[in-house]
């Protein structure tokens, strides 16, 4: 079956980028999305189709995705932005997620 | 604005059947544009999938849990549903409903705000 591999954390200095890598065997022929999750909360979309934002989320959000890894990238880290990041796809009939990221803003 | 709100048991006897409810408000649940998924994710884990039902009945199941469970909906009452047979202590998570935006790539655009689920006797 598909699997998608994430870091287990990343590490920003406040105001800087981060980048959020999700690896999968040919995953820039697929679709990439993203979901940020804050302790106790659900998850919330923040970018779907490798590169595409939903009402509401901050320009600083971007998406990327091309050979084998797929990247979300945050500009000018906030100290807000501090959760657990997802990657999905959709693969064979079902759907897989990445086992998450933690982002840690410094 | 789409909302989901889950409801049912926070408890569930191992080997019973852990059922909840999905209610939709702001929009239909019977707009052929979406389908109506369950996610459930593990103390302290990931996300895992579930399945997800379109309006009319039809339905897609993770294929790890396709033997104990059941999504269905009612578009009379704007609800879609969840059944899961012959739970055990693994089956202990928080268990979202969400909608899917797009039926060809699959992501998820609005989300419960979940319901936790304990299998304990």
């Known amino acids: 079956s598909y699997e998608l591999t994430q870091p287990l954390s990343v590490s920003v200095a406040l105001g800087q980028t981060a980048r959020i890598t999700c690896g999968g065997n040919?995953?820039?022929?697929?679709?990439v999305h993203w979901y940020q999750q804050k302790p106790g909360q659900a998850p919330v979309l923040v970018i779907y189709?490798?590169?595409n934002r939903p009402s509401g989320i901050p320009e600083r959000f971007s998406g990327s995705n091309s050979g084998n890894t797929a990247t979300l990238t945050i500009s000018r880290a906030q100290a807000g932005d501090e959760a657990d990041y997802y990657c999905?796809?959709?693969?064979?009939?079902?759907?897989?997620f990445g086992g998450g990221t933690q982002l840690t803003v410094l | 604005q789409v909302q989901l709100q889950e409801s049912g048991p926070g408890l569930v006897k191992p080997s019973q059947t852990l059922s909840l409810t999905c209610t939709v408000s702001?929009?239909?649940?019977?707009?052929?544009?979406?389908?109506w998924s369950w996610i459930r994710q593990h103390p302290g884990k990931g996300l895992e999938w579930i399945g997800y039902?379109?309006?009319?009945?039809?339905?897609y199941y993770n294929p790890s849990l396709k033997s104990r469970v059941t999504i269905s909906v009612d578009t009379s009452k704007n609800q879609f549903y969840l059944k899961l047979n012959s739970v055990t202590a693994a089956d202990t998570a928080v268990y979202y409903c969400?909608?899917?935006?797009?039926?060809?790539?699959?992501?998820?655009?609005?989300w419960g705000q979940g319901t936790l689920v304990t299998v304990s006797s």
């Open positions: 969400a909608r899917v935006g797009d039926g060809v790539t699959y992501f998820l655009d609005s």
């Open positions: 702001g929009g239909s649940i019977s707009n052929g544009a979406y389908f």
């Open positions: 039902v379109f309006y009319s009945g039809s339905t």
């Open positions: 040919d995953i820039g022929g697929k679709n």
């Open positions: 189709r490798d590169t």
């Open positions: 999905q796809v959709w693969d064979s009939s079902k759907g897989v």
